[in-house]
Structures are given as C-alpha cells and as structure tokens.
C-alpha cells in the first residue's frame, strides 16, 4: 500500500478563492481525520470520520470550512472563501481498530 | 471532548542525557496513548504506544508510562543522540475515536 496520499502537496491561492484538499486513505482502514498544523496553534484536529460518517466536527473553524467522505477511500476537505489566516499545513490521517494514525505527508496552504 | 497537555514545549539536553516528556488527558473514557515524532518537513510518524491495561512499555531507548488513576503518560528517551531531536507529540484517545494531540515538545539534542 502507498500509505496516506494527500494531495496536492502545496497551494497558493488568492484570498476569497475556493480551495479543496484531497486524502486517499490506506486500504482497509475505517477512520478518517483532517488535522490542522500551526505554529501558534499545534495540530487542530478539524473532523473525523468513522465508516464514512462524520462523528465530530466541533473542530472545524466556522462554516468556510466542509469536509466530505463521498466513498470509504477517499476525503475532501474545502475551505470557501479562504482567507489568509487559514494558511497552514493540512494532514489527513487513516486508521483502523487498533487507534494508530497513518499521516499523509500534508497539503501546505498559502493564502494570499 | 478529550483535552491533553503537554509539557515542556522546548527540551534541550546533551547527546548521552536522557529526556523526559509528560502529557495529561481529561476524559477518563481515553484508553490508546500513542506518541509521534515529527522530523522538520515531515509528517508525524508513530514511535510508541501504551495502552490503558499496561502501566508501561518500552522500546530500545524509548519508554512510555501511564498512570491512569492521575491521568497522565510520559515519554521517557535514553542515551539520546542528535537524530532524536524534532517534535514529539503525545495523543489521546478511545481506540480510534477523537484522537486529540497535545501541543508539542520541540526536542534538541547537542552533541
């Protein structure tokens, strides 16, 4: 399996422009967090999803901010309009029973 | 939700010392208590975990403890050397559920 595969890797938009971060999880796994990473702030855990089912997305910042889980393997993430404060490094992670996260190696958000 | 913190934020020891790590965690509900290690441009990557029917594990140089009843878990590293240094991260959680890390500890090792 080739792991957590985020993409794209690195994004410069414009504020007020749409963004959408995707995540494919690793095969066989039936949890699917989005965590956002700061300096100021650490690593945010925004939603996760169980079996394709939102269970908590008290994290996700303000309503700017959706995540879908459309099939078991994969997730968007969407931020409309993104504003430069949400700039930041977003990981995607998956996992199954056990409760260890498998990390994608994170979409780096420029807002300008 | 589960709430952990961590503390220090910044550890800086002599190549050779050992380094110690500690998190505490507020739900009681929390029975998975991993720690990931994040190297500078990379993703968080697991080095050890303990779970709640185990006081302690150890792994080589690393060791992790838990003390259920006061709700809090240490990351021990001995004889550390210069390719420990990064970010450690302790998480908390019920089996894959509400995972929530604490804060960072930004670990250099000097040799």
């Known amino acids: 399996d080739a792991g957590v595969i985020q993409s794209p890797r690195h994004e410069v938009t414009e504020m007020g422009q749409e963004v959408t971060l995707r995540c494919k999880l690793i095969?066989?796994?039936?949890?699917l967090f989005w965590y956002r990473q700061t300096m100021m702030r650490g690593l945010e855990l925004l939603i996760y999803?169980?079996?394709?089912?939102?269970?908590?997305d008290s994290g996700m910042p303000e309503d700017r901010f959706s995540a879908k889980m459309p099939n078991a393997s994969f997730s968007t993430l969407k931020i409309q309009p993104s504003e430069p404060r949400d700039s930041a490094v977003y990981f995607c992670?998956?996992?199954?029973?056990?409760?260890?996260?498998?990390f994608g190696e994170g979409s780096r958000l420029t807002v300008l | 939700g589960e709430n952990v913190e961590q503390h220090p934020s910044t550890l800086s020891v002599q190549e050779g010392d050992s380094a110690v790590i500690k998190c505490t965690y507020s739900d009681s509900a929390s029975n998975y208590f991993p720690w990931y290690k994040q190297e500078l441009g990379k993703r968080p990557q697991l080095i050890i975990d303990i779970r709640s029917n185990v006081g302690e594990k150890k792994d080589q140089r690393i060791a992790v403890t838990l003390n259920k009843t006061a709700k809090h878990f240490s990351l021990h590293i001995t004889e550390t050397q210069p390719e420990d240094s990064a970010v450690y991260f302790c998480a908390a959680g019920y089996n894959n559920n509400d995972m929530r890390f604490g804060a960072g500890t930004r670990l250099t090792v000097k040799p």
């Open positions: 992670a998956s996992g199954d029973y056990t409760g260890e996260l498998f």
């Open positions: 095969s066989g796994h039936n949890s």
């Open positions: 999803f169980n079996n394709n089912v939102p269970i908590d």
